[in-house]
């Protein structure tokens, strides 16, 4: 930044002299701007309805603003402004108190809830005195390196006694929270704050009692404690709330200040004012963190169109007879997939003597219409790459004990394009689970014609049917939790080494004891392979070409704990490379799933 240049030395307030302090302060005040409204509106973004982001947002916030005030401050001096930027330090301070309060357990928040509301009267008070109280801070004009100055009078004291109480506040909450058996689950946010409370010290003792004080000291020790609450945040949102993934954290990160950072060194090249930079800078962070937030709510609404399916789907199986199976239920949800995957049009159709009559629609012919469907229906899924008379581009087969019950068919998308893996992975599933009700069906039509003679046996049969519909279908329709499906997956990749087992974070998600971490290791290997077994459809495994229901099971047990090379299982199983991969994270799926079931259980 041209410190000192020609343009500039008219203007009051700018430092002079020797430039590497000015450049060093600036850029140290730029960049934790910019890390400060990343931080806080990428926390939002993954978890605004937790009280613990929420928190987290205005602190983040109120630091960015600081910063640039402070950024501001240096080429452009506002009177009083040392003021508020000392506001938003006091706003930042009591609500990253009121975040570790939150952390606490509902029984000990309850026991300071005096301390919170003593603390948020004295922030205040504070920051009414500070405001409004001329020349609070001495010799602010000329004085934008170094940390402002006060005189040891009334605002200086209250401001110091607050600092000091609301310090002392956060770490008493860290110490109920040891208390608690929380201080590992939370040793981030206590490293976080207690970076703050050093802040603090510091800017206590430098604003009256040390020589003027260099500002950069201070503003990195603020930085560093708010990039530490940002992880700290972030890291709650993932393996606590399971807002997001935590690979999505330095991935954004450096996209982010990567682009801030090229906005900054144009408007350098443009010999832009190094206040225009700043503000240039701050408006690139706020564009892209508006267009992340914008594109998580949009993932947010898919997710709730593919949760509306499954459990339309669970809704169908809780009715009864084969109206439950036909008509407007089972539409809507067929409805739901083609607005989750965007198709024109799509069907379920069901099998009838070689050809299929369609059970239900969605932007297509009428139910009841027969039709030849016109392809080979080998595998669990076909593309249609020619013209199909229904505009058909994808179709799945509803496969049961390999015999083809129906079929799922999509059109193209409305914008154009083409599938993804997900929308394909997402039509499997919704194939096999309508294979599932049309066979639960089947033996519920089978069961009608014995029961016309036996009206007791009926009524047992019909209530364990219905039953284990509803219990089946609970199940398929839990999706599981993406950290859990990657913790499952590095476990089964890693499935003989005890030792990488024992540092997975199943140990600690499934209550795995051991006395070392390969006792763990151990001890979780033999709990994935039970949990594993009970995936089998049967006792003995058949011999080859086994049948479709064996897939998942084969795949799994072959490929992680026999090593057996996925080119010899695709052999075994007469399937695709494509298929064989399907199967595979279907199959890891369901394992994840009944791990969390476990967890529940347990």
Same mark, same amino acid.
């Given at each position: 930044?041209?410190?000192?240049?020609?343009?500039?030395?008219?203007? &009051?307030?700018? &430092?002079?002299?020797?430039?590497?302090? &000015?450049?060093?302060t600036a850029t140290l005040d730029l960049t934790g701007m910019s890390i400060g409204l990343w931080l806080a509106f990428y926390v939002l973004a993954r978890g605004y309805r937790s009280g613990i982001t929420l928190r987290g947002f205005i602190v983040l916030l109120c630091i960015a603003l600081f910063f640039f005030g402070a950024y501001i401050n240096i080429f452009n001096q506002i009177p009083g402004s040392a003021a508020w930027r000392a506001v938003l330090l006091i706003t930042a301070l009591f609500f990253w108190y009121d975040l570790t309060r939150k952390l606490l357990p509902i029984s000990m928040r309850q026991r300071t809830r005096v301390l919170r509301w003593a603390s948020l009267f004295l922030a205040v008070a504070t920051a009414v005195v500070l405001v409004t109280v001329p020349n609070a801070f001495l010799g602010e004009a000329g004085n934008s390196l170094n940390i402002g100055r006060m005189a040891i009078e009334f605002p200086f004291l209250l401001y110091a006694i607050y600092m000091i109480e609301i310090s002392v506040a956060m770490l008493f909450n860290h110490s109920l929270m040891g208390k608690a058996g929380l201080s590992r689950k939370y040793r981030y946010f206590f490293s976080a704050t207690l970076l703050a409370v050093v802040n603090v010290a510091h800017g206590i003792l430098s604003l009256a009692i040390l020589p003027p004080q260099s500002r950069v000291v201070q503003d990195g020790l603020v930085l560093a404690s708010i990039v530490v609450l940002g992880f700290s945040v972030a890291r709650h949102q993932t393996f606590v709330e399971r807002r997001t993934t935590f690979r999505d954290l330095p991935v954004s990160g450096l996209t982010v200040l990567g682009v801030s950072g090229i906005f900054a060194a144009a408007g350098l090249a443009l010999d832009l004012t190094p206040e225009a930079v700043g503000v240039l800078v701050a408006l690139a962070v706020l564009s892209l963190a508006s267009y992340d937030f914008i594109r998580v709510a949009l993932d947010t609404v898919l997710h709730r169109r593919i949760s509306r399916m499954r459990q339309q789907l669970l809704r169908i199986a809780r009715g009864s007879g084969d109206a439950a199976l036909t008509g407007a239920g089972i539409t809507a949800g067929l409805r739901s997939l083609c607005q989750s995957v965007q198709a024109e049009e799509g069907l379920v159709a069901r099998s009838r003597s070689g050809d299929f009559e369609i059970l239900a629609n969605y932007n297509t012919v009428s139910e009841g219409t027969v039709f030849d469907v016109g392809v080979d229906l080998k595998g669990d899924l076909v593309e249609i790459n020619g013209r199909h008379p229904l505009e058909l581009s994808w179709v799945a087969p509803c496969t049961w004990a390999g015999e083809t019950l129906a079929i799922v068919?999509?059109?193209?998308?409305?914008?154009?394009g083409i599938y993804n893996e997900g929308d394909l992975d997402l039509l499997t599933e919704f194939a096999d689970q309508v294979a599932l009700l049309l066979h639960l069906e089947d033996l519920q039509v089978q069961q009608s014609d014995r029961l016309s003679v036996l009206a007791a046996e009926y009524q047992a049969g019909q209530v364990l049917l219905q039953t284990g519909k509803e219990a089946i279908l609970e199940r398929i329709s839990q999706k599981p939790d993406a950290e859990v499906v990657s913790w499952v997956e590095d476990a089964l990749r890693n499935l003989s080494d005890y030792s990488h087992l024992g540092r997975s974070p199943l140990v600690n998600y499934l209550g795995v004891d051991g006395e070392t971490h390969l006792d763990q290791g151990r001890r979780l290997r033999e709990k994935l392979l039970e949990i594993m077994d009970v995936m089998r459809p049967s006792e003995k495994r058949p011999s080859e070409p086994l049948p479709r229901e064996w897939y998942s099971y084969a795949v799994l047990y072959d490929a992680y704990v026999e090593d057996v090379p996925n080119r010899e299982i695709m052999a075994r199983l007469y399937i695709s490379e494509g298929t064989f991969n399907r199967t595979r994270r279907k199959a890891i799926r369901a394992l994840a799933r009944s791990i969390q079931e476990t967890q529940l259980a347990g």
């Open positions: 930044m041209r410190f000192g240049a020609n343009r500039r030395e008219t203007k &009051p307030g700018l &430092p002079k002299g020797n430039e590497l302090l &000015p450049a060093l068919g999509i059109g193209m998308r409305t914008s154009g």
